[in-house]
Antibody, heavy 122, light 107 residues
Framework: EVQLLESGGSLVQPGGSLSLSCAAF????????MTWVRQAPGKGLEWVSL????????FYADSVKGRFTISRDDSKNTLFLQMNSLRAEDTAVYYC???????????????WGQGTLVAVSP | EIVMTQSPATLSASPGERAILSCRSS??????LAWYQQKPGQAPRLLIY???TRATGVHARFIGSGSGTDFTLTINSLQSDDFAVYYC??????????FGGGTKVEI
């Protein structure tokens, strides 16, 4: 079955660190750009970070730049998000998602994980 | 950063009616726009990409249109399963990507 499964979310104190994983199944993971999108409780979607195929380039929202690091291990079909210096405003459900089609000038996302909750609180 | 503005924030409609959702960008995004549907407790689902192309498996009652800065998602003959929150997202110059604030379609 084609799917993405996130893990790693938990309760963490402000200033702490957390690492999220997103395991990919049923498709050629290395052939897709991948992204993280988050959603604070009761709020809309916020793009967080993106990594191109082969990890050639990475991008971050200003709100997380310098604190979060996106990476991928194509040999393990897994996407990662290392989150440091966490703040209360980072509290959200974090989704990983797959770019629908590489190389056609698009960055829209046709496969999403179920999400993992990160709660930053004392 | 390109700002995406969706209106209305909430749209009340009845099954069988047509819903028209608007998305406006602060600068042109050409046709580099996607629409997503999100139901409570679920991940977003891609409906439309390149402003007007339906994603795989999306019903023909979902119609995307527009170009430049003004876009519309039309949902014809609303079904009970269509009541959800809808988001637009631009990707004209690659990252940073931005989403609109969402439109909730409710009964």
């Amino acid at each position: 079955e084609v799917q993405l499964l996130e893990s790693g979310g938990s309760l963490v104190q402000p200033g702490g660190s957390l690492s999220l994983s997103c395991a990919a199944f049923g498709f050629t993971f290395s052939g897709h750009d991948m992204t993280w999108v988050r959603q604070a409780p009761g709020k809309g979607l916020e793009w967080v970070s993106l990594i191109y195929r082969r990890g050639s380039d990475t991008f971050y929202a200003d709100s997380v730049k310098g604190r979060f690091t996106i990476s991928r291990d194509d040999s393990k079909n897994t996407l990662f998000l290392q989150m440091n210096s966490l703040r209360a405003e980072d509290t959200a459900v974090y989704y990983c998602a797959r770019d629908r089609e590489a190389g056609d000038g698009s960055l829209d996302f046709d496969l999403w994980g179920q999400g993992t909750l990160v709660a930053v609180s004392p | 950063e390109i700002v995406m503005t969706q209106s209305p924030a909430t749209l009340s409609a009845s099954p069988g009616e047509r819903a028209i959702l608007s998305c406006r960008s602060s600068q042109t995004v050409n046709n580099k726009l996607a629409w997503y549907q999100q139901k409570p407790g679920q991940a977003p689902r891609l409906l439309i990409y390149f402003a007007s192309t339906r994603a795989t498996g999306v019903h023909a009652r979902f119609i995307g249109s527009g170009s430049g800065t003004d876009f519309t998602l039309t949902i014809n003959s609303l079904q009970s399963d269509d009541f959800a929150v809808y988001y637009c997202q631009q990707y004209v110059h690659g990252p940073p990507l931005t989403f609109g604030g969402g439109t909730k379609v409710e009964i």
